[in-house]
């Protein structure tokens, strides 16, 4: 697997995701980086995990209140991604609570939003999902918010442009060559993706009512916000990243430390 790299419009971003090939791990890495900035973002592929999934034998008490949603998903594959991607909730978020995997134990808020519940109330916790990739972002130090998008994706700038730019964004936009427009116009949408994810608005607020932009260093920042119903930073310091992953899919984290 080719190694995640920052996007290059983020040179003073977040660390990259890391890659995780299965439940063995290796874990230690995931640790060491909670251990050192409090959180952690985790890519693989569901279908890596796969085989290891489907012959374990816990499969049904680990996903818990989730096994009646895994048998009666229709399609295979959507049931297999499913599973797998609960199990790297899962590990990851043990990982992070240094506690066995089968304590924990998974509900969902507003949205479907993943909630660690019991002993890992503590841990915040965000999943995201394009074709097979898997993104699990895990934090100690407060809310965390992932997306994924595939960097090739064929989306329409005309049509999206209005929906996910603000006026300023839009002016930025209209400025680039032809054939920069859809990259950046992917960069923005997983950015705002992932911020309302953290701040538990995930796919309710209009992305073209808040903007974002570089700060003096480089990094991605808040810019503006367009009208009074745009989602506010909310106490403690905002920190966004964006990433490509396997040359293939834009990878995007955004992360309230708590004041």
């Not at 808020?109 to 915040?124: D, F, H, I, S, T």
């Not at 965390?144 to 996910?164: Q, T, Y």
Request: aromatic share 6%.
């Amino acid at each position: 697997m080719a190694p995640a790299r920052p996007a290059a419009e983020a040179p003073g971003a977040l660390g990259a995701p890391l890659y995780v090939p299965g439940p063995e791990g290796p874990w230690d890495e995931v640790g060491d980086r909670l251990d050192d900035v409090g959180r952690a973002v985790v890519c693989t592929t569901w279908g890596q995990w796969l085989t290891a999934v489907l012959l374990d034998p816990a499969l049904r008490p680990l996903l818990g209140d989730d096994w009646p949603r895994f048998r009666q998903t229709p399609a295979a594959a959507g049931r297999m991604r499913f599973a797998v991607s609960r199990f790297v909730v899962k590990y990851t978020a043990a990982t992070a609570l240094d506690v066995p995997v089968d304590t924990l134990d998974l509900g969902y808020g507003p949205g479907g939003r993943p909630l660690l519940q019991g002993q890992g109330a503590g841990v915040e916790v965000s999943l995201a999902h394009a074709d097979e990739l898997i993104v699990v972002g895990v934090s100690r130090t407060g809310p965390i918010g992932v997306d994924a998008e595939p960097a090739d994706r064929d989306v329409s700038v005309e049509l999206l442009r209005g929906h996910v730019c603000t006026a300023q964004e839009g002016a930025v936009l209209d400025a680039l060559p032809e054939d920069e427009r859809r990259a950046r116009l992917l960069r923005l949408w997983t950015l705002k993706e992932a911020y309302t994810k953290a701040l538990g608005h995930g796919g309710r607020r209009r992305f073209s009512t808040f903007g974002f932009g570089l700060d003096e260093g480089g990094r991605v920042a808040l810019s503006e916000a367009a009208d009074a119903q745009a989602p506010r930073p909310v106490g403690g310091e905002w920190s966004f990243a964006s990433h490509l992953v396997q040359d293939r899919y834009l990878v995007a984290e955004a992360h309230r430390l708590r004041p």
